[in-house]
Structures are given as C-alpha cells and as structure tokens.
C-alpha cells in the first residue's frame, strides 16, 4: 500500500448513468472573478457549469448552489471549450461540440435580491452546422490575433479542418496523408496547428498556409516522427512569444519547442491514460511540470524527466486538470467516465503498522533442519498419498443412444458425491476431437449432498469428415475446501461404439490395410463379443463409419488360427475397432491371463509416415495462403489510400482505372478467403487421422513389446493435440530429448522436409528398441554409483546406446 494518496476535498457524481469522453471538461474563469469555473458535456447531452463558493480548505465540500447551470440538449456533447467567440463582446463564451454542429453559448448572471442567491442562465448566441461528422475542436486567436477574440476549428473524421470565425464561415480544408483521427491543438506563438498524420508523425501546418486557397498541396513547416499513436496534444505558454507543446504516446512523453525542436523526451514503464502539463513560477524562472495518470490508477507528477511525486488514486479517471480557487490554489480536478468528478490535492495517509525487527536465525541450524526435512522426504512412501480417500467420488454411467436431427447424441450422467462440504467443484471432460461433450465444463458451488449431473456426449455438427481416434472419455473432477488443498477425482469410461459406427453389409471392394490379433484362447464369438449390434452368429461383422463419406471396417473371428482378422479402408478407421476388441476380450477371460499378440511388420509405420507429410505439406500450403492474403490486403489498403487522395480533386477521370484495380483486388482477396477456410478443414481432418495413426501404433506396439516403459514414453510423446497445429516441432523436440545425443539430426535447418526426415529416424530408432529383445534396458538402477547431474536416467543409457 502506497504511503503517498490524493486526497479528496471537494466531490459530487453528475448525473446517473451518463458518460463522459475524454474531452468533456474545459476549465477557465468565466465570470473574471479570480475562480475557475469547471465545464462539463457528457455524450447524453447534459451541460453542466460549477463553481466553488468561497469557504476556508477545511470546510470546502460539494454544496447543490455549486451547480451554476445544468441543461439538456438535443445532440450528445463531444468537446466543450472556452474564448472570445462573440464579435464585440470581452467576456468568455462556451462554445459546444456536437456531432453534426457547433453552439456558441452566452452566461447571463442575473443578480438576486433575496437569500437563494445569484442565478445563471445559458443563452444561445449562434450555431454553425455542418455535413461531415466531426472529431475534435480547438479555439484560438488564429491568425496571429492579440487574443481580443477568438475562432473555432473543427476536425471531421475523415481529416477536414473548418474555421469559423465567430458567427461567419471561414475557409475549409483538406489536411493531406490523413487516414485516422487525431487530436489537434493550436500554438499560438507560431501561429499553427499540431496534429499526427498517417505516418505517425507529428506535423506542423501555418495557420496562413491552410486558409490559402491558391495552395492546392498543404506541406507541413516541420514534422517528427514518433512511431506510436498519440493519446493526446496540449500546449502551455510560458510567454507570449513561448510555447512548448507536449505529447502523450503510448509509451513516451515527448516535449517539443513551438519550431519542432525536441527538447525533452521520457521513456513511460507504464501505460498512461491521460495527462496535464503546467508551468510552476514566473519567467525565467519557471518550471515545466505534467502529471500522468497510469492504467494502475496512480497519478505520476514530473519535472521535466525527473519524477517528483507518485500518488494513489480511489478512482480512475479519463481526464486531469488543475484549478485555481480562492479556498484552494492549483488543486486537482479529475473527472471519470462514470461523472465521478472530483476536487483533489496530494497528501500523506501514515501507516499506523510498523514492520516487527527481523530475529536472528542461526543459519547453522537451519541448515541441518533443511537436511532433515529433505531425509523425510525420500523416507515418505507414495502409498502413504494415495491410500487417503479422496473428499469426492465420482460415479459415470452411459446412458442409452438416440437420434436427433442427422446425429447420434448420448447421455452421460455423473453421481457426485462429497464424503464432507466442499466449497468448489469443477466437472472437465476430456475427448477425442470430432467428439464433444456439451457442456464442457461443469461449476458446483458448496456441495453438501450428492448431486447428479447430466451432460451429452455428441460429434461437431459442421465436422462430418474427421476420423474418430478413440471412444476414451476422462471425466476430471476438482474441489476445493476453504481450508484444505485442491484435490483431483477423475475417472474414465468408453462412449458406445454406435455413435461413430454402424453395422453394414460387407462390400464388394478390395480393403487397403489389415491385421491380425493372435490371441492364446480361442476368439470370442462376434454375437457375443459385439451383443449390441448382432443376433445371431456371424462369421464376419462389417462397421460403417457415420461421417459424409463411406468408410468399412471388417471383424472375422477365427477360432482355428486363434485369431482376429481387421481389414479396412484404412488404417486411420480401425483404431476404434481394435481398442474395442481388445477391451471386450480381456473383459470376457478377465478370470485368465490373456496374451494378446500382433505382426509388428503389420503396424502402419508407411501409412503413419505419409500421414505426416501429408499433415506438414497442408501447413505450408496454409501459410503461403496466409501470407496472400496478407500482401493483398496490404495491396487493397494502399488502392484506398491512392482513391482517397484521387477523390480529393473532384473529377470522374481522376479515379479512372482505380475501380478496375480495386475490384480485382476485392474479388482475389475473396477467392483466398475461401480458399483458406477450405485449407484449414483438410488440415484438420488430415490433423485427426494423424491423432488416429498415432494411437494405432501405440496399440499395435504394446501388443509386441519388449520394453513397456519405453512404449509409455513414446506414447505420451507422440499423441499430442495441440490446436494451433504444431505436432511436428513439438514432437520432434521431444523424442530428441528421449534420444539424447545417440543421433546426429539435422534439426536446425527450416526446410520441413529435413523435419520430417529427422522424425522418420527417431521413431524408426525408438520402434526398434520397443520391439527389440536385445535392447531392453536394466530395471534395477545402482543407487551407489555416483555420478553428474543429467537429464538420461541410468536406467535408460542401454535404450540410447547404437550397438
């Protein structure tokens, strides 16, 4: 907690519900009377003027006589500014800023003869309206004036600059390479307007050189470039003759010298949101000040480059400003969005709390506490954890399938019961894509009893061409006590087959890829192996997948060979099939040991390899699309910028061939849009027979390996979804940590081609030691040899060993 706060003395809220924009506050003495007055328009259309009523600092606090005038308007207010804007007339006006026009309103003090006081009233004294939306307004003594009276100029969105002066129209203008609005201020010691262009640089124009109509070009007398878009522009005069004009970037304050020279520059740690420059003591002897509000809601005063004060604020305001009244001199007025406006000063607020005095340890015995504590540790037996019951049990039951619409969906419902009061649990579901569970995520809050939860379990509606990889489901559950720590359940279930496949006649066509399971007992029958999709015995079994194309998977029990045979359409659809058959056989003799065994020149590697430049050559037809549409779309905002500029001189054969180009433009940009999304589909269903391939050979390779604890390795490896499709980079870093250095690769090369190349040589090498009696590695590792820090286990140094 900061020690240094600004401390409120004068606040009220305008209004309920309005808002503000961060030029809705003018400050300036109104009446001549030594006060400030403050100003406020809101964008619902409400004028307000307050004034402070002389009292002692103490006593100073928001009283309703404050409130001088309070009007609505017709039009939402975007600026409200202060001058000379009445032709023969001394006192200061307010001059309104709506959306399609300008008001200039008188303040009549009508003086009262009784204790209510003096009363205010606002009187419309011109308005000036125009067709072009605008942006921001600015008032000054243009044209070089001795400040006896003032003019108007308003900035559109689209960069044209309009002067009025005083109750006539004077010239209208086109500010060149504008593209987005910026704010504008006016210096009056050189007579110019400060802006930012297109470029993000800081320009300079004459006031004389923008009121010339023979000038068709309106070149800047100096501009800077500063690189980052401006918050906002504000000038101070330090004499007549003297402006300094200071902008407020994204991340820098920059202080130039009214001919454009840099004279300081402050690098900002922070994000800013607004600020307010001002001069302390008479010339020569004064000093350039600003205060910055930060995105953190501190307000950061400066002195030039030097902070001098940092101070908290309650609130967070859109503007700062400072006002003088007889009560208080310079204070802070702060306005927010909201209408929390606010009357400020900086100060202290001590801290009553003193930090304690830090004891002297004895490092010697907190040492050997340390070692202590690390002996326990490798004591604690990791039984000890998981033989405490978990606070919450989960029970998932699959519920029957049914159709809706051109889907299948199913019905899961959850039992969760806590054994004591939790105050937080959160259900996650994690599955194969296409497959979805709706919802996602499940919140309770202070579960005392069991609850039943029901959720569907469904494939995308708008993905009917991606491979279902598996059937798994792992139902997370995580709760929270407000005294304990968090705690994890999950359990997983297997989502009923009939909602990716469908029984079909067997097809008359030639089946790409097949297997066979060797099994020690004799293969389960179909009828029973499969009771939900058949009746009676059949020697072969056919599965249809239910996506938009057709896709065959055949089952044939052999009892004489003592085996299963799989063929399908491809290897990248039995997966499914496979992970079923052995599920529901090892549930069948789930009283016997089964050995279960496959041809490990039968796994798909071919496939598996093709599957990935497959996958990796529709990225790089991704990013080069990507990187089309990129150069066209840069194409087309530089034919915007050229037909801007064309429009400008009004004449039909100044655009002539710009349409053509532009339309052109257009309608390639198009064709790549749809190009794109039709990219990004193949890649995602290419992305799910990757995933489907991947789990495949993990099944294939554990029903012939020597070395399991390599193959769960290997497994947690390769089957990796990842959505922003970069299974290659992280795959190929993996399994070359699993290596070490045992191979040489080529990884440093950019071409995809050497990636995959490098990914082939890894999981050929990795394979070879699964599937190898020869490379099975020592399970005891010596605990007495004593050696470096590395990330190979002892126990694994055989497995990267070539002999």
């Given at each position: ?37 403050i ?9 307000r003027?307050?004034?402070v009523?002389?009292a002692?600092?103490?006593s ?13 308007l017709d ?8 001058g ?15 959306p ?23 009187e ?11 942006y921001?307004?600015?008032v000054?003594p243009f044209g070089?004036?001795?400040?006896s009276r003032?003019f ?10 309009t ?19 910026f ?13 930012l ?17 023979s ?19 504000q000038?101070v ?8 004009i ?5 991340r820098n ?5 009214g001919n454009?020279?840099?004279w300081?520059m402050k ?7 607004c600020?307010?420059p001002?001069i302390?003591g008479?010339?020569?002897d ?13 307000v950061?005063v400066?002195d ?14 859109c503007?700062i400003?400072r ?33 304690p005095?830090?004891?002297i ?16 540790l490798?004591?604690?037996s990791l ?14 039951r699959?519920?029957n ?9 199913c019905?899961?419902?959850i039992d969760v ?6 105050a ?16 996602t995520v ?5 579960l ?5 939860v029901?959720v ?16 798994e489901c ?6 929270s ?5 968090p705690?994890?359940?999950?359990q ?5 087959m ?46 249809q997948?239910?996506t938009?194309f057709?896709?065959?998977?055949c089952?044939t ?6 085996s ?9 659809y ?46 790089g ?9 990129s150069?066209?779309c ?10 801007f500029?064309?429009l ?6 100044s ?5 053509v ?16 999304k ?5 890649l ?16 294939m ?13 290997f ?8 959505d ?18 045992k ?13 995959v ?15 190898s009696?020869?490379?099975?590695l020592?399970?005891?590792l010596?605990k007495?040899?004593?050696r470096g820090v590395?990330?190979?286990?002892e126990?694994?140094?055989?497995f990267?060993?070539?002999?």
């Open positions: 907690m900061s020690l240094f706060k600004v401390r409120d003395c004068w606040s009220t809220v305008c209004g309920r519900g309005e808002t503000f924009g961060c030029d809705a506050l003018a400050v300036d003495d109104l009446f001549g009377a030594g006060e400030d007055s100003i406020l328009g809101s964008l619902d259309g409400v004028l003027v307050y004034g009523h002389s002692p600092p103490s100073l606090q928001y009283s309703p006589s404050d409130l001088l005038i309070e009007m609505q039009n939402p207010v975007l600026q409200v500014c202060t000379k804007l009445i032709s023969c007339s001394p006192s200061k006006n307010i001059a309104v800023l709506h399609f026009s300008i008001v200039v309103y008188g303040v009549n003090c009508i003086a009262g003869s009784t204790d209510h006081g003096d009363q205010y009233v606002l419309t004294m011109y308005e000036h309206k125009f067709d072009r939306s605008a921001q307004m600015v000054g070089g004036g001795s400040g003032d108007a100029c308003i900035m559109s969105l689209d960069g044209v600059v002067v009025y002066e005083q109750q006539a129209f004077g010239f209208r203008t086109t500010l060149p390479n504008y593209l987005h609005p704010p504008i201020k006016y210096v009056r010691s050189v007579d110019a307007f400060i802006t262009n297109a470029d993000l640089c800081l320009v300079c124009y004459k006031y004389q050189e923008l009121a010339d109509p000038l068709k070009q309106k070149c800047p007398v100096w501009s800077c470039t500063l690189g980052e878009t401006v918050y906002d522009i000038t005069e330090i004499t007549p003759s003297a402006t300094t200071h902008v407020l970037g994204e304050y920059y202080c130039f010298q454009g020279v840099l300081f690098r900002l740690q922070y994000t800013p949101c600020f307010h001002y302390l008479e010339h020569p004064t000093k350039t000040m600003c205060m910055i509000v930060s995105d953190t809601d501190s950061l400066y030039q480059t030097k902070l001098r004060w940092s101070a908290k604020l309650s609130f967070h305001p503007i400003a006002a003088s009244f007889k009560a208080l001199q310079g204070c802070l007025v702060l306005l927010s969005e909201t209408g929390d406006l606010r009357f400020c000063y900086l100060g202290t607020e001590p801290m009553i709390f003193m930090a005095e830090r004891p340890k004895d490092y010697k015995d907190t040492k050997n506490q340390l070692v202590q504590l690390k002996k326990e490798q004591n604690m039984q000890d954890e998981t033989d405490t019951l978990p606070l919450l049990k989960l029970s998932t699959i519920l399938l049914r159709s809706e619409g051109s889907g299948k969906l019905d899961i419902e019961s806590p054994s004591l009061a939790t937080s649990v959160q259900i996650t579901f994690q599955v194969d894509t296409p497959l979805v569970i709706s919802p499940v919140h309770l809050k202070d005392n009893d069991s609850i039943t029901r569907m379990a469904h494939r995308e509606n708008e993905d009917t061409e991606s491979v279902v990889s598996s059937t792992i139902v997370c559950a995580y709760y006590r407000t005294s304990d720590v705690g994890l359940v999950q997983t279930v297997r989502l009923p009939s909602l990716v496949y469908e029984v079909h006649s067997t097809p008359n066509l030639d089946f790409s890829w097949s297997a066979k399971i060797s099994v020690d007992e004799s293969p389960v029958a179909l009828k029973v192996l499969f009771k939900e999709f058949v009746d009676s015995s059949l020697a072969e079994l056919c599965f997948t239910i938009g057709s896709k065959y998977v089952i029990a052999l009892p004489a060979n003592r299963y045979e799989i063929r399908s359409s491809g290897p990248e039995a997966n499914v099939i496979i992970e079923e058959i052995l599920f529901r056989h090892r549930e069948y003799y789930k009283t016997k040991k089964c050995v279960v065994r496959c041809d490990k020149n039968e796994m798909p590697v071919a496939d598996f390899y093709r599957t990935i430049e497959e996958h990796v050559a529709l990225k037809k991704l990013e080069f699309v990507q990187e089309e549409i150069s066209l840069s194409q087309y905002r530089i034919i915007q910028k050229c037909l500029n064309k400008k001189e009004n004449t039909v054969h655009v002539s061939g710009l349409n180009l532009i339309d052109n433009t257009h309608e390639t940009l198009t064709e790549k849009m749809s190009e794109i039709f990219v990004k589909q193949e995602k269903v290419k992305f799910s027979q990757l995933m489907s391939l991947s789990r495949l050979l993990i099944t390779l554990g029903l012939c390996s020597k070395n399991d604890k390599i193959l769960k390795e497994k947690e490896t390769i089957v990796y979804f990842t922003n499709q970069n299974w290659e980079d992280i795959v190929l870093k993996s399994l070359t940590y699993l290596v070490g250095n191979i040489t690769l080529n990884v440093q090369s950019d071409d995809p081609a050497h990636a190349m490098s990914l082939r040589t890894l999981i050929d090498y990795v394979i070879q030691h699964i599937t009696i020869k490379d099975e020592p399970v005891k010596k007495e040899t004593t590395s990330p190979i286990l126990s694994e140094e055989d990267y060993t070539i002999k």
